[in-house]
Nanobody, 125 residues
């Protein structure tokens, strides 16, 4: 499956952005989708994930209550709505698709076989 992330940009602290992850190729609805980010000088970290059915969602503690992940399989797209953004949210955001089995697996980047190219998000203070 091929993934294309978009929607990044520059936003002021407290503002909102919505990222999109559009998929093509294999049946998208068969895959869980995760968002990860890499800030300058830092390791890649988990942000949010949604199960293939959409029935389970997972969030990093740092974004819980501010970010919402959702999916529209009719459009082969997963969204990440980011609200009340903070400067520490500045990073390149990547979407990934895979088949994690256990709940704890959704947080691991090595559970995702397919990755998009990333979209830059910059939050100014």
């Amino acid at each position: 499956v091929q993934l294309q992330a978009s929607g990044g940009g520059l936003v002021q602290a407290g503002g909102s952005l919505r990222l999109s992850c559009a998929a093509s190729g294999r049946t998208f609805s068969n895959y869980a989708v995760g968002w990860f980010r890499r800030a300058p000088g830092k390791e890649r970290e988990f942000v949010a994930a949604i199960s293939y059915s959409g029935g389970s969602r997972y969030y990093a503690d740092s974004v819980k209550g501010r970010f919402t992940i959702s999916r529209d399989d009719a459009k082969n797209t997963v969204f990440l709505q980011m609200n009340i953004m903070k400067p520490e949210d500045t990073a390149v955001y990547y979407c990934a698709a895979g088949s994690p089995y256990y709940s704890r697996s959704y947080y691991r980047s090595d559970e995702y076989a397919y990755w998009g190219q990333g979209t830059q998000v910059t939050v100014s203070s």
